[in-house]
């Protein structure tokens, strides 16, 4: 598929970012439909790759657009622009967003950013996402040893946690965000159960446990699965 074949849809109400990022992503043979408010987000959205919306807007905040586009198109890929930093504005986008940047973003981040996730759109059916020597059934939340064959039984909270990293490949999440999603509750520092359910899912799907390739430590950070 080429780039001037897929239908971008980007909703940002400031008009020097807005003229910029269009331009950007025109510059990469994108097709964008550009909207200053969410009102019109349903009906535009039909027939889009991804949608790129700001949370600041008038009216409907993103937020809220955002999840009434996931619940109208739940394989439409979303990526949410912000200024807002906190970690409880990320947890809230990343409940139902794909990806979530920061403003100020440089444009080639941005545009990196929506290929990885039309990547991995492009996959989302019967085919394995390999990641160094796993293949991911999304689809059918399956994990393979590349090398045997061998489906890789995690339990439930393992998967939970492999799987939400995943769902945001080659991007740092922090303790905060992946407790959040995978527990529902907030992160309490110290809290050591996420650290100990990572030694897990490692002893399981690492071929070295101790010197770990899947799922990377970020220290100060947090984690980062990277194909």
Known sequence: ???????????????????LVTEQLRSKSYEVKWLKSGEEALREAEGCSLVVLDVMLPGLDGFTIGQRLKKAYPDLPILMLSARTSIDDKLQGLEFADDYVTKPFHPDELSARIEVLLRRGGRRSSEPTKVKHLLVYEAENRIEHADTGEELALGGKQFHIFMFLFRHLGQILTKEQ?????????YLDGDKTLMVHIRHLREKIEKDPASPEVVETIRGLGYRVRA
Do not use: F, R
């Open 178 to 186: 992946i407790y959040e999603a995978v527990w529902g509750e907030s």
């Open 1 to 19: 598929m080429t780039n001037n074949s897929i239908k971008l849809l980007y909703i940002e109400d400031d008009t020097e970012i807005g003229e």
